[in-house]
Structures are given as structure tokens and as C-alpha cells.
Nanobody, 119 residues
């Protein structure tokens, strides 16, 4: 089992910044990738950003140039620096980890942290 604990959410005005952090614990061996998803009211959960163990990154088009994902060298923490926030960034943000288990892979999720962008 992998446990993911998020922190850093809150209320911010448009144009402001927040930094989300996620710490993984438990069976952290063989975690391949970590990232952040978000789900806004009435919308499906979507991938925001992800980083693989070799440092490769991927971002949703809507956040490119504004958000930066990073992962430490222990491969068990991941952060999301969010700048120039917009009201449409309002959502519950979930930390995600993918762990190789046997011949397949398994997704693990954090509890979610609320990000609200409003003036």
C-alpha cells in the first residue's frame, strides 16, 4: 500500500500563487510516476501535470507556462508550483502515484486538497 498526503491548498485571488506538496509513504518502492489531477464541480477529473522517475514531465495545455511540477531524488515526494492562478483553476487537486506491481501497475490517490481562485 502507498499513502499519499497532500498539503498547500487554500483560497487565493486571481493572479496569485500556491504550492501544493505531496508525500508518499508505505510501499514506495517501484513508484514509476507521480502527478496531480484535479476535478472541478460538474466536471471530470483531469490530469494537470505528471513527472516520471527519469524526470520527464507532462502538462495539461491549460496550465503550461504557469504550473511547474517537481519530484525529489527519493522519488517519494512531488510538488506543484501554481502561478498566475485563474478562477478556472478552482478544483479539488489530487496527488497521484503509479506503482509497478507484478505484471501491472496500480494507481494510488491522495485525499484531495481544495484550491479556490476567487476575487
Amino acid at each position: 500500500q502507498v499513502q499519499l498526503v497532500e498539503s498547500g491548498g487554500g483560497l487565493v485571488q486571481p493572479g496569485g500563487s500556491l504550492r501544493l506538496s505531496c508525500a508518499a509513504s508505505g510501499s514506495i518502492f517501484s513508484i514509476n510516476a507521480m502527478g496531480w489531477y484535479r476535478q472541478a464541480p460538474g466536471k471530470q477529473r483531469e490530469l494537470v501535470a505528471a513527472v516520471t522517475s527519469d524526470g520527464g514531465t507532462n502538462y495539461a495545455d491549460s496550465v503550461k507556462g504557469r504550473f511547474t511540477i517537481s519530484r525529489d531524488n527519493t522519488k517519494n515526494t512531488v510538488s506543484l508550483q501554481m502561478n498566475a492562478l485563474k478562477p478556472e483553476d478552482t478544483a479539488v487537486y489530487y496527488c497521484n502515484a503509479i506503482r509497478i506491481e507484478g505484471l501491472g501497475r496500480r494507481h494510488y490517490w491522495g485525499q484531495g486538497t481544495q484550491v479556490t481562485v476567487s476575487s
